[in-house]
């Protein structure tokens, strides 16, 4: 089982970055797809996360509106478009993976977003 995300870097105030989060391993349509941060001196919270069809999204309050959460279930994929970010962005972003019917559930390693003026 795998979760690689990418996509993550160094972008200024405002602009925008896509990430990626490529699963390989396991029967990714299965599962219900989310994206969680951690920044400097902060708990894991979550961002964003999306059904199994990709139909039904949800979003932390301090992103709705500047973040969206998307999946491919042919690439076995799912993405996180970041615009409008802000300082209080930074953080590493983690994938993660929960089965919908039982109790499997994967992380990612991790992808470093900074964003800096």
């Known amino acids: 089982v795998q979760l690689v995300e990418s996509g993550g870097g160094l972008v200024q105030p405002g602009g925008s970055l896509r990430l990626s989060c490529a699963a390989s391993?396991?029967?990714?349509?299965?599962?219900?797809m989310s994206w969680y941060r951690q920044g400097p001196g902060k708990e894991r919270e979550l961002v964003a996360g999306?059904?199994?069809?990709?139909?039904?999204?949800n979003y932390a309050d301090s992103v709705k509106g500047r973040f969206t959460i998307s999946r491919d279930n042919v690439k076995n994929t799912v993405y996180l478009q970041m615009n409008i970010v802000k300082p209080e962005d930074t953080a590493v972003y983690y994938c993660y993976a929960r089965r919908v019917y039982g109790s499997e559930a994967y992380w990612g390693q991790g992808t470093q977003v900074t964003v800096f003026s």
């Open positions: 391993g396991f029967s990714f349509s299965a599962y219900a």
């Open positions: 999306v059904n199994r069809a990709g139909d039904n999204r």
